[in-house]
């Protein structure tokens, strides 16, 4: 064995059940050995760089199975408005908030702080003293704007879109200022303010250090997040190594032809160093707060009966020509309508072929849960959403739903035992992007998720190494401490598969390894 370039001693290592090995050894960014202490004496070379992790737990390096790194530092530009609790809140943050090239920005705003009403405009017009003004809600997929931010973007009444899209009028046939979903935001893109090239790099590499810092040496990035965005991760190599390794999935939109496609397949395989584009992302539907999801059954307010993409056979179509490219999908589908559509297309594939997932699932019947594992559909779910709902049901999304959809929130550990593969992410900006988060509330959901749904400890690990890697069809290379797989690993002070969820939300990292190199040192 060639001279180790990092040796890790003293360690309890997680592969991910407990090993009996306290050392590591690796060697051009692959693990070479386990062993003892004492053998990892007889290792080392002159240029070995040793660390002792005094008694922490080693694990596999963290993944985040669904992240926007990219393109959500724009969503996440502006006043974070996600402490903000009620109407009031709203309206003084917005009095104080700081403006941008004259606009006021912002983001994380929370459907529940409407209290029941219908998100419009004139609910806050008066405190923005006529300045133009952009608010994300949390969701990603709506957005309320001003009446001075419509007029800029030309937008004076209902539109028609190739998706579902909407601009919310009221009876007057004028626009309220709630934007639903992605072609109606996109309206706003050529008059919001832009963020220079320099701030957009500096942050980024800022945000990857800092979710490193958490225990994350990877992340599945759904969405390419521009066209610029492989030379922006080029140029950031060129100065160095990146702090995480980013797996980009583009997006298919409803209305891609024959050609984009293939294009899209031509990207697969476009790769840096620690980044590469693999799969392709779908939307199946939107969200249930939005009314957008896709429900079997109409929500409390008449709506979620549509699909995202208008003839959902398009979608189908599109899914089956990737997947004789060899090309791997990721399908957003919240809905039980949107959730069955998915799987339904799957089997139509016959087997063998690339993976495909489905993203989110924050509601799916009894009869779909075996599916998953039948088809081979991993599951990638989000555990830190559920902290938008709430226990009594009185949050936007239970109410939609209604008590019996509402009952089957976030089935993480239902799937689990019924055999499928379930990879666990933040889905950051939407919810924070730190790892270990994502790991206490995989066993212990809040809101309207039922503490039963809740992982163990070795569930919950899994989801972020070894079920994240079978997501990004990555097994045979990640998400394990063994010789000849990546040298991502991540070290804890305590061990977050035995300490209680809430210690492991809070645990200490002492070390993050990405490749061999050490991205992160407490």
């Known amino acids: 064995m060639s001279a180790p370039d990092l040796v890790l001693v003293n360690a309890r290592v997680r592969d991910p059940e407990l090993t009996g090995a306290t050392a590591v050894a690796v060697h051009g960014g692959l693990i070479t050995a386990l062993g003892t202490d004492a053998e990892a004496r007889t290792w080392a070379g002159p240029g070995t760089e040793t ?10 390096g ?34 104080a908030a700081e403006r941008r090239d004259g606009w006021v920005l912002g983001f994380g705003l929370d459907h529940n702080v409407f209290g029941g009403r219908p998100v419009h405009r004139d609910l806050v017009e008066d405190v923005l003293a006529g300045a133009p003004a952009h608010l994300r809600l949390y969701d990603g997929h709506s957005a309320l704007v001003s009446g001075t931010a419509l007029k800029a973007a030309g937008i004076d009444g209902p539109r028609a879109f190739t998706q579902r899209s909407e601009v919310v009028t009221g009876t007057d046939g004028r626009p309220t200022g709630h934007l639903i979903e992605h072609a109606a935001m996109d309206l706003m893109t050529p008059v919001l303010p832009t963020q220079p090239y320099a701030e957009r790099r500096a942050r980024l590499v800022g945000l990857l250090a800092a979710m490193a810092a958490t225990g994350l040496t990877s992340a599945h990035v759904m969405d390419l997040g521009g066209h610029d965005v492989p ?17 980009l999935a583009p997006w298919c939109m409803p209305g891609a032809t024959d050609e984009e496609l293939d294009a899209l397949v031509r990207l697969q395989g476009r790769a840096g160093r620690l980044w590469r584009i693999g799969g392709v992302k779908f939307f199946m539907d939107g969200t249930v707060e939005g009314g957008t999801a896709w429900l079997e059954h109409a929500d409390c307010h008449g709506q979620g009966t549509d699909a995202f993409w208008p003839d959902p056979e398009t979608y189908s179509a599109a899914v089956r020509r990737l997947h004789r490219a060899g090309v791997g999908t990721a399908t957003h589908a919240i809905g039980d309508a949107a959730v069955r559509h998915v799987l339904d297309t799957v089997e139509s594939l016959g087997s063998g072929g690339p993976r495909h997932r489905i993203e989110h699932i924050e509601t799916v019947p009894d009869d779909q849960l075996g599916r998953f594992a039948a088809l081979g559909v991993v599951a990638s779910m989000q555990p830190p959403h559920t902290a938008y709902t709430r226990a009594d049901h009185t949050d936007e999304w239970s109410k939609r739903l209604g008590v019996e959809r509402a009952a089957r929130a976030w089935r993480c550990r239902d799937l689990r035992e019924a055999g499928a593969h379930l990879a666990l992410g933040s889905d950051w900006p939407i919810a924070h992007y730190d790892a270990r988060q994502v790991l206490a509330t995989a066993r212990a959901p809040r809101g309207a998720a039922s503490a039963r749904h809740g992982l163990t400890g070795p569930m919950a690990l899994e989801g972020m190494t070894t079920h994240a890697a079978v997501a990004a069809g990555e097994e045979t290379v990640a998400g394990r401490i063994a010789p000849g797989y990546r040298a991502d690993l991540t070290a804890f002070a305590v061990d977050p598969v035995e300490a209680p969820a809430d210690e492991a939300a809070e645990a200490p990292v002492r070390l993050t390894v990405v490749g061999g190199r050490v991205t992160y040192r407490r």
Do not use: Y
Request: aromatic content about 4%; hydrophobic content about 40%.
């Open 51 to 60: 660390v002792d992790l005094a008694g922490a737990t080693l694990t596999p």
């Open 231 to 247: 030379g922006l991760l080029t140029s950031l190599e060129e100065d160095g190594d990146l702090p995480l390794r980013l797996r």
């Open 62 to 95: 963290l993944t985040d199975a669904h992240s926007h790194p990219v393109w959500g530092l724009e969503m996440f530009t502006g006043t974070d408005l996600s402490g903000v609790t009620d109407l009031e809140g709203l309206r003084a943050a917005l009095t």
